[in-house]
C-alpha cells in the first residue's frame, strides 16, 4: 500500500509538455479570433497525437492584439491532477506571467481566453475568477458531451451570469477544426477519464 507523504512536504506542479516552447516557436504571431483559435486548435491536436493529454486546447491573449500570454493543454492523466484542464493550465500561467492573481487590471489591457470547446463548469467559473474580459470557444459543449466527457453544471444561465459581469462571450469559432480533434482523441483513446 502507498504511504501518503507528509502534508508539509505536498506541492503541486502543473507543467506544459516538452514540445510546447518549440511547437510554440514555429507558429506566427496570431492578430485574428481565427488565427488565435487555430492556434488553440494546433495545441489540442498535437497534444493527443504526442499522448500527452485529451483534446482541448487553450490560450490567453492581450485582448485586442496579438500579444500571447500563456497557452495550456490538457494535462489531466499527464499530471494526476483532475484540474489540469487546458484552460485551468492556461489561465494559471498567464496569471503567473503576471505576477497577479487576476488578469484584470484597472485601466489597463484586458486578456480574452482562447479554447477549443466550451468550457466545462470549473473552466468557466475560471474564468469569471480570473478577471478575463473575453471567453472565445470553438466547439460546442454538446461536442464533449457526446464523447462522454462530464462537463457539470453549465446552463445557459451561467454565460449570461458571465455577460452581466463583463465577459463577452463568443462561440462557434473555427468549430469544426475543434470536433476534428475531439473524434481523433476519440479514436486513439482506450477511453474518457471523467465520464
Same mark, same amino acid.
Given at each position: ?35 488565435? #483559435?487555430? &492556434?488553440?486548435?494546433? /495545441? ?8 500527452? *493529454?485529451? @483534446?482541448?486546447? !487553450? %490560450? ?61 463548469? #470549473?473552466? &468557466?467559473?475560471?474564468? /469569471? ?8 470557444? *470553438?466547439? @460546442?459543449?454538446? !461536442? %464533449? ?51
Amino acid at each position: 500500500m502507498k504511504t501518503a507523504p507528509a502534508l508539509n512536504h505536498l506541492e503541486i506542479k502543473l507543467t506544459l509538455p516538452d514540445w510546447v516552447r518549440p511547437f510554440l516557436k514555429k507558429n506566427s504571431p496570431c492578430s485574428t479570433d481565427e488565427e488565435k #483559435m487555430r &492556434l488553440a486548435v494546433a /495545441l489540442a491536436r498535437e497534444n493527443v497525437l504526442r499522448g500527452t *493529454g485529451g @483534446p482541448v486546447g !487553450a %490560450a490567453v491573449f492581450r485582448d485586442p492584439g496579438p500579444e500571447l500570454l500563456a497557452v495550456g493543454v490538457n494535462g489531466v492523466e499527464r499530471l494526476g491532477n483532475s484540474v489540469a484542464h487546458a484552460e485551468m493550465v492556461a489561465i494559471m500561467l498567464a496569471e503567473q506571467g503576471q505576477g497577479s492573481y487576476t488578469l484584470r487590471i484597472p485601466a489597463g489591457p484586458k486578456t480574452a481566453l482562447f479554447t477549443t470547446c466550451e468550457p466545462c463548469a #470549473m473552466c &468557466l467559473g475560471a474564468v /469569471l475568477w480570473s478577471g478575463l474580459t473575453r471567453l472565445v470557444c *470553438g466547439a @460546442p459543449r454538446e !461536442a %464533449a458531451l457526446a464523447l462522454g466527457f462530464e462537463e457539470g453544471p453549465v446552463f445557459p444561465e451561467s454565460y449570461r451570469y458571465l455577460e452581466d459581469r463583463g465577459v463577452e462571450i463568443v462561440r462557434g469559432v473555427l468549430a469544426g477544426e475543434a470536433r476534428a480533434v475531439l473524434r481523433l482523441y476519440q479514436e486513439r483513446s482506450e477511453g474518457i477519464y471523467n465520464g
